[in-house]
Nanobody
Framework: QVQLVESGGGLVQTGGSLRLSCAASGSIFSINAMGWYRQAPGKQRELVAATTRGGSTNFADSVKGRFTISRDNAKNTVYLQMDSLKPEDTGVYYC??????????????WGQGTQVTVSS
């Protein structure tokens, strides 16, 4: 059993900041890529940012220069620091992780999502 639990969402004004956290727990051997996606009402889920175990990062063009992704491998946790937030950043944010379980299987796991609302 593996779980991803997100936290840190909320309501913030335009220009504000939020920090999301996602902690993985359970029968984990290793975690490879971890990332954040978001889904706005009526839109498809889209990649926001991703990071490999070695620290390489990838960002959606819309968040470059405003968002930072980081991870603590010892804590099996990935973070998303969101600065200079805009109303178009509003949505449900999901973390995902490619995990090798203790039994040696590799799966992609998703968190339950956390709401981020940016008011204008």
């Amino acid at each position: 059993q593996v779980q991803l639990v997100e936290s840190g969402g909320g309501l913030v004004q335009t220009g504000g900041s939020l920090r999301l956290s996602c902690a993985a727990s359970g029968s984990i051997f290793s975690i490879n890529a971890m990332g954040w996606y978001r889904q706005a009402p009526g839109k498809q889920r889209e990649l926001v940012a991703a990071t490999t175990r070695g620290g390489s990062t990838n960002f959606a063009d819309s968040v470059k220069g405003r968002f930072t992704i980081s991870r603590d491998n010892a804590k099996n946790t990935v973070y998303l620091q969101m600065d200079s937030l805009k109303p178009e950043d509003t949505g449900v944010y999901y973390c995902d992780a490619d995990i090798t379980t203790s039994s040696g299987s590799i799966y992609r796991f998703w968190g339950q999502g956390t709401q981020v609302t940016v008011s204008s």
